[in-house]
Protein backbone atom coordinates (compact mmCIF):
# COMPACT_ATOMS: atom_id res chain seq x y z
CA UNK A 1 0.00 0.00 0.00
CA UNK A 2 0.80 3.78 0.21
CA UNK A 3 3.52 4.98 2.58
CA UNK A 4 5.22 7.43 3.68
CA UNK A 5 8.82 7.19 5.55
CA UNK A 6 10.18 10.59 7.35
CA UNK A 7 13.79 10.65 9.58
CA UNK A 8 13.40 9.78 12.83
CA UNK A 9 13.64 12.88 15.30
CA UNK A 10 14.28 14.63 17.48
CA UNK A 11 16.88 16.96 15.59
CA UNK A 12 18.26 20.05 17.29
CA UNK A 13 19.88 22.63 15.51
CA UNK A 14 21.51 25.68 16.40
CA UNK A 15 20.11 29.14 14.91
CA UNK A 16 21.61 29.80 11.35
CA UNK A 17 22.30 25.77 10.39
CA UNK A 18 20.96 24.04 7.70
CA UNK A 19 17.85 21.91 7.85
CA UNK A 20 17.36 18.44 6.00
CA UNK A 21 14.17 16.68 6.47
CA UNK A 22 14.37 13.37 4.80
CA UNK A 23 11.16 11.67 3.15
CA UNK A 24 10.49 8.93 1.04
CA UNK A 25 7.25 7.97 -0.69
CA UNK A 26 5.66 4.56 -1.60
CA UNK A 27 3.02 4.60 -3.97
CA UNK A 28 1.30 2.71 -6.68
CA UNK A 29 1.22 5.73 -9.12
CA UNK A 30 1.71 9.39 -9.21
CA UNK A 31 0.78 11.05 -5.58
CA UNK A 32 1.05 14.77 -4.58
CA UNK A 33 3.41 15.37 -1.70
CA UNK A 34 3.16 17.72 0.90
CA UNK A 35 5.03 18.53 4.10
CA UNK A 36 2.89 20.21 6.91
CA UNK A 37 4.36 21.39 10.01
CA UNK A 38 2.44 21.65 14.12
CA UNK A 39 3.37 24.42 16.36
CA UNK A 40 3.28 23.67 20.22
CA UNK A 41 0.02 23.35 20.92
CA UNK A 42 -1.89 24.23 17.16
CA UNK A 43 -2.99 22.36 14.72
CA UNK A 44 -1.57 21.19 11.55
CA UNK A 45 -0.45 24.12 8.71
CA UNK A 46 0.36 23.59 5.38
CA UNK A 47 3.97 24.89 4.58
CA UNK A 48 4.38 23.45 0.79
CA UNK A 49 3.71 21.12 -1.90
CA UNK A 50 4.27 19.65 -5.29
CA UNK A 51 1.85 17.95 -7.35
CA UNK A 52 3.98 16.39 -9.94
CA UNK A 53 7.57 14.88 -10.26
CA UNK A 54 10.64 17.61 -10.27
CA UNK A 55 8.03 20.47 -9.07
CA UNK A 56 9.56 22.35 -6.04
CA UNK A 57 7.32 24.01 -3.51
CA UNK A 58 8.60 26.61 -1.39
CA UNK A 59 7.98 28.75 1.33
CA UNK A 60 8.87 31.08 4.08
CA UNK A 61 12.28 29.80 3.22
CA UNK A 62 11.58 25.89 3.23
CA UNK A 63 12.12 24.11 -0.29
CA UNK A 64 11.25 20.38 -1.09
CA UNK A 65 11.76 18.76 -4.69
CA UNK A 66 9.64 16.06 -5.85
CA UNK A 67 12.03 13.26 -7.07
CA UNK A 68 10.38 10.66 -8.73
CA UNK A 69 13.54 8.78 -9.46
CA UNK A 70 14.28 8.54 -5.68
CA UNK A 71 10.54 8.48 -4.58
CA UNK A 72 11.53 11.67 -2.37
CA UNK A 73 10.76 14.45 -1.34
CA UNK A 74 12.95 16.06 1.21
CA UNK A 75 12.78 19.30 3.11
CA UNK A 76 15.39 21.63 3.38
CA UNK A 77 16.14 25.23 4.92
CA UNK A 78 19.37 27.35 4.10
CA UNK A 79 19.24 28.90 8.10
CA UNK A 80 16.63 28.18 10.48
CA UNK A 81 15.53 30.17 13.55
CA UNK A 82 14.33 29.22 16.51
CA UNK A 83 10.93 30.13 15.20
CA UNK A 84 11.01 26.75 13.23
CA UNK A 85 10.96 25.03 16.16
CA UNK A 86 8.26 22.72 15.75
CA UNK A 87 7.20 19.11 14.53
CA UNK A 88 7.17 18.84 10.95
CA UNK A 89 5.34 15.97 8.86
CA UNK A 90 5.81 14.99 5.11
CA UNK A 91 2.72 13.56 3.37
CA UNK A 92 1.00 12.36 0.13
CA UNK A 93 -2.15 11.88 -1.49
CA UNK A 94 -2.93 9.82 -4.60
CA UNK A 95 -3.86 12.17 -7.69
CA UNK A 96 -6.80 10.03 -9.71
CA UNK A 97 -8.83 7.52 -9.87
CA UNK A 98 -11.03 5.98 -7.36
CA UNK A 99 -7.94 6.21 -4.83
CA UNK A 100 -9.27 7.77 -1.76
CA UNK A 101 -8.36 11.73 -1.35
CA UNK A 102 -6.85 11.40 2.17
CA UNK A 103 -3.40 12.75 3.31
CA UNK A 104 -1.04 10.16 4.59
CA UNK A 105 1.46 11.00 6.67
CA UNK A 106 4.89 10.50 8.11
CA UNK A 107 5.56 9.70 11.23
CA UNK A 108 6.55 13.87 12.10
CA UNK A 109 10.23 15.22 12.73
CA UNK A 110 10.53 16.96 15.45
CA UNK A 111 12.79 20.28 15.05
CA UNK A 112 14.24 22.05 18.04
CA UNK A 113 16.48 25.15 16.73
CA UNK A 114 18.86 26.70 20.12
CA UNK A 115 19.67 30.19 20.16
CA UNK B 1 -6.20 30.65 11.42
CA UNK B 2 -7.21 27.94 8.29
CA UNK B 3 -10.74 29.12 8.60
CA UNK B 4 -12.05 25.57 10.02
CA UNK B 5 -13.71 25.28 13.82
CA UNK B 6 -13.52 22.65 15.91
CA UNK B 7 -15.60 21.87 19.03
CA UNK B 8 -14.71 21.52 21.84
CA UNK B 9 -11.08 21.99 22.26
CA UNK B 10 -10.68 19.85 25.22
CA UNK B 11 -13.23 17.11 26.28
CA UNK B 12 -12.61 14.67 29.50
CA UNK B 13 -14.50 11.45 29.79
CA UNK B 14 -14.49 8.48 31.14
CA UNK B 15 -14.80 4.98 29.75
CA UNK B 16 -18.02 3.77 28.46
CA UNK B 17 -18.81 7.21 27.91
CA UNK B 18 -20.63 8.66 23.84
CA UNK B 19 -18.84 11.82 22.83
CA UNK B 20 -19.63 13.67 19.90
CA UNK B 21 -16.52 15.99 17.80
CA UNK B 22 -18.19 19.05 15.84
CA UNK B 23 -15.91 20.82 13.04
CA UNK B 24 -17.28 23.54 10.57
CA UNK B 25 -15.33 23.36 7.28
CA UNK B 26 -14.05 26.87 5.75
CA UNK B 27 -16.56 28.60 3.92
CA UNK B 28 -17.08 26.82 0.05
CA UNK B 29 -15.38 23.92 0.98
CA UNK B 30 -17.16 20.65 0.56
CA UNK B 31 -14.99 17.83 1.89
CA UNK B 32 -14.64 17.28 5.85
CA UNK B 33 -11.72 14.65 6.66
CA UNK B 34 -11.28 13.16 10.12
CA UNK B 35 -8.16 12.01 11.54
CA UNK B 36 -6.58 11.18 14.52
CA UNK B 37 -3.15 11.62 16.12
CA UNK B 38 -2.06 9.52 19.03
CA UNK B 39 1.45 8.73 20.19
CA UNK B 40 1.80 5.30 19.01
CA UNK B 41 -0.46 5.68 15.62
CA UNK B 42 0.81 8.96 14.43
CA UNK B 43 -1.42 10.81 12.22
CA UNK B 44 -4.54 8.26 10.94
CA UNK B 45 -7.17 8.99 8.47
CA UNK B 46 -10.24 7.82 9.52
CA UNK B 47 -13.24 9.04 7.18
CA UNK B 48 -14.08 11.67 4.70
CA UNK B 49 -17.01 13.21 3.89
CA UNK B 50 -17.84 15.07 0.59
CA UNK B 51 -20.85 17.21 -0.07
CA UNK B 52 -22.75 15.27 2.25
CA UNK B 53 -21.93 11.67 1.61
CA UNK B 54 -19.48 9.35 2.78
CA UNK B 55 -16.33 9.12 -0.13
CA UNK B 56 -13.81 7.02 2.00
CA UNK B 57 -13.34 5.44 4.84
CA UNK B 58 -9.74 4.39 6.93
CA UNK B 59 -9.22 2.92 10.01
CA UNK B 60 -11.93 3.75 11.42
CA UNK B 61 -13.42 1.90 14.73
CA UNK B 62 -16.89 0.47 14.16
CA UNK B 63 -17.54 2.28 17.48
CA UNK B 64 -17.23 5.55 15.94
CA UNK B 65 -19.18 7.02 12.83
CA UNK B 66 -19.46 10.28 11.63
CA UNK B 67 -21.76 12.53 9.32
CA UNK B 68 -21.87 15.79 7.65
CA UNK B 69 -25.54 17.54 7.22
CA UNK B 70 -26.87 19.79 4.98
CA UNK B 71 -24.84 23.16 6.16
CA UNK B 72 -21.74 20.93 5.45
CA UNK B 73 -20.50 20.58 9.17
CA UNK B 74 -19.54 17.38 10.38
CA UNK B 75 -19.71 15.31 13.60
CA UNK B 76 -17.99 12.51 14.63
CA UNK B 77 -19.19 10.06 17.05
CA UNK B 78 -17.43 8.43 19.65
CA UNK B 79 -18.80 5.38 21.54
CA UNK B 80 -18.16 2.73 24.26
CA UNK B 81 -14.65 4.97 25.04
CA UNK B 82 -11.39 3.01 26.11
CA UNK B 83 -8.05 4.03 26.95
CA UNK B 84 -6.97 3.84 24.28
CA UNK B 85 -8.95 6.64 22.18
CA UNK B 86 -7.50 9.33 24.28
CA UNK B 87 -6.25 11.16 21.45
CA UNK B 88 -6.06 14.59 19.07
CA UNK B 89 -8.92 14.52 16.66
CA UNK B 90 -8.65 16.80 13.74
CA UNK B 91 -10.66 17.37 11.15
CA UNK B 92 -9.70 18.82 7.59
CA UNK B 93 -11.62 20.39 4.88
CA UNK B 94 -11.28 20.89 1.08
CA UNK B 95 -12.70 22.24 -1.66
CA UNK B 96 -13.91 19.25 -3.63
CA UNK B 97 -12.81 15.66 -3.27
CA UNK B 98 -9.53 15.91 -2.33
CA UNK B 99 -7.77 14.19 -5.07
CA UNK B 100 -4.95 16.12 -7.83
CA UNK B 101 -2.66 18.13 -5.17
CA UNK B 102 -5.85 19.62 -3.45
CA UNK B 103 -4.94 21.13 0.00
CA UNK B 104 -6.53 19.99 3.27
CA UNK B 105 -6.87 22.86 5.70
CA UNK B 106 -6.41 21.60 9.27
CA UNK B 107 -8.48 22.62 12.73
CA UNK B 108 -6.85 23.04 15.66
CA UNK B 109 -8.34 19.73 17.08
CA UNK B 110 -10.25 18.28 19.84
CA UNK B 111 -7.65 17.09 22.55
CA UNK B 112 -9.79 13.96 24.02
CA UNK B 113 -8.69 12.34 27.58
CA UNK B 114 -10.49 9.11 28.32
CA UNK B 115 -10.07 8.67 31.94
Known amino acids: GNSVTQMEGPVTLSEEAFLTINCTYT??????LFWYVQYPGEGLQLLLK?????DKGSNKGFEATYRKETTSFHLEKGSVQVSDSAVYFC??????????????FGKGTKLSVKP | DSGVTQTPKHLITATGQRVTLRCSPR?????VYWYQQSLDQGLQFLIQ???????AKGNILERFSAQQFPDLHSELNLSSLELGDSALYFCASSVAQGLAGETQYFGPGTRLLVL
Open chain 2, 27 to 31: SGDLS
Open chain 1, 27 to 32: ATGYPS
Open chain 1, 50 to 54: ATKAD
Open chain 1, 91 to 104: ASVMNYGGSQGNLI
Open chain 2, 49 to 55: YYNGEER
